[in-house]
């Protein structure tokens, strides 16, 4: 059974950086993407980054030029590194993994929570 564990979440004053690590129990080359997903109460699970088992990234535009997603295969994790960050970045953030065979399998960690505030 795939495990993903979030961690690097916490408090922060608006401006300020965190660096979200998503480490999992297996090979990270066995997926197909691995992303980063952020939701607030009442809202939709939104895509913040995803990055590819061959590295190719791609980041949302609410994000871009801020937030940065990166992988170390030999360690078996993924980054995220969040700078310049605004109340509206607030929310509980997600990892995704997503394994294709004949079908998608979708590996989600249990989540960690982002504040932004002063």
């Known amino acids: 059974q795939v495990q993903l564990v979030e961690s690097g979440g916490g408090l922060v004053q608006p401006g300020g950086s965190l660096r979200l690590s998503c480490a999992a129990s297996?090979?990270?080359?066995?997926?197909?993407?691995m992303s980063w997903y952020r939701q607030t109460s009442g809202k939709q699970r939104e895509l913040v980054a995803t990055i590819t088992n061959s590295g190719i990234v791609n980041v949302a535009d609410s994000v871009k030029g801020r937030f940065t997603i990166s992988k170390d295969n030999a360690k078996n994790t993924v980054y995220l590194q969040m700078n310049s960050l605004q109340v509206e970045d607030t929310a509980v953030y997600y990892c995704?993994?997503?394994?294709?065979?004949?079908?998608?399998?979708?590996?989600w960690g249990q989540g960690t929570q982002v504040t932004v505030s002063s």
């Open positions: 297996g090979s990270i080359l066995n997926f197909y993407t």
């Open positions: 995704n993994a997503v394994r294709l065979t004949i079908i998608r399998y979708d590996y």
